[in-house]
């Protein structure tokens, strides 16, 4: 059974900073073969993407709204992906999920990952 587990969520005020982390576990679950993103759901809107990492982290992207304020990237000795997010937003304020892609490229969309963690709340307040 694959387990994504994030941390790292909590209330900070604008223009603060908080590092998510997830890791991954599970028997079959080969953490470094999978390509790894961050995405968020605010209350009223749909999950959008944040960003993503591959499998050696050496490609890294990143949603328009979080360019140059949020960095992601990953230990595949430790199994955990981690997003690094700094000068942050009230309009950041969501659930922040991790998901893990068996996939050959790295996607943004939702739809197309494969293992989801159960998510961490982020509350930015202004």
Request: charged residues 20%; proline residues 2%.
């Amino acid at each position: 059974q694959v387990q994504l587990v994030e941390s790292g969520g909590g209330q900070v005020q604008a223009g603060g900073s908080l590092r998510l982390s997830c890791a991954a576990s599970g028997r079959t679950f080969t953490f470094s073969s999978k390509n790894m993103g961050w995405f968020r759901q605010a209350p009223g809107k749909e999950r959008e993407f944040v960003a993503a990492i591959s499998r050696s982290g050496g490609s890294t992207f990143y949603a328009d709204s979080v360019k140059g304020r949020f960095t992601i990237s990953r230990d595949n000795a430790k199994n955990t992906v981690y997003l690094q997010m700094n000068s942050l937003k009230p309009e950041d304020t969501a659930v922040y999920y991790c998901a893990a892609d068996s996939g050959l490229r790295v996607v943004i969309s939702p739809e197309q990952y494969d293992y989801w963690g159960q998510g961490t709340q982020v509350t930015v307040s202004s």
